[in-house]
């Protein structure tokens, strides 16, 4: 797996597809767009630097959801390859961390490829005309927890 992501390709339309949520029900992934846009991350349970970035990412989306950007995670990773990002472990993970948005499983990583998701976590930031204008990283932090004062990459925010 990639430890970055490649350069954002700027005005590329969002891509749709419906998935199976922690919760059981099914999400279309441009359904959960806000008046403002939409963020798709592409996170894992077992990653790292997702365990370090988690609780950053709910603050983060919560605080974008104030200026109506939408958001959406998808888990993409083989649970054969690795069984912590089984659906069932997705959902212990959704629980304890307590996510504020739909946390979605694409079981044979089809969405991955479409959105050419290369590492995890994967941030795709997409207007109100579902055109892309963020692609990257969450913050500065390398795999820290405990950085507060870090520049924020994707609310866009310093």
Same mark, same amino acid.
């Given at each position: 797996m990639a430890?970055?992501? %490649?350069?954002?390709?700027?005005? =590329?339309q969002a891509v749709d597809a419906t998935l199976l949520g922690v919760?059981? *029900?099914?999400? @279309? !992934?441009?359904?959960?767009?806000?008046?403002?846009? #939409?963020v798709v991350a592409f996170i894992c349970n077992h990653c790292p630097y997702?365990? &370090?970035? !988690?609780?950053? !990412?709910?603050r983060d989306a919560r605080d974008l959801k104030q200026l109506g950007v939408g +958001?959406?995670?998808i888990n993409a990773n083989d649970p054969v390859a690795y069984p912590t990002d089984?659906?069932? $472990?997705?959902? !212990?993970?959704?629980r304890? $961390?307590?996510? %504020?948005? %739909?946390? #979605?499983?694409? &079981?044979?990583? @089809?969405?991955? =490829?479409l959105y050419e998701a290369v590492c995890t976590p994967d +941030? +795709?930031? +997409?207007?109100?005309a579902g055109k892309l204008q963020y692609r990257g990283r969450l913050d500065g932090s390398p795999k820290q927890e405990v950085l507060?004062?870090? *520049? =924020?990459? #994707? %609310?866009?925010e310093g």
């Open positions: 430890a970055m992501a %490649p350069l954002c390709d700027f005005g =590329r919760d059981g *029900r099914r999400y @279309s !992934i441009l359904s959960q767009s806000g008046d403002s846009g #939409l997702v365990k &370090a970035v !988690i609780q950053r !990412i709910v +958001f959406v995670a089984s659906y069932e $472990n997705m959902q !212990i993970f959704s304890e $961390n307590a996510l %504020p948005f %739909p946390y #979605l499983h694409d &079981a044979d990583q @089809s969405v991955a =490829r +941030f +795709f930031g +997409f207007n109100a507060t004062d870090l *520049r =924020r990459d #994707l %609310p866009g």
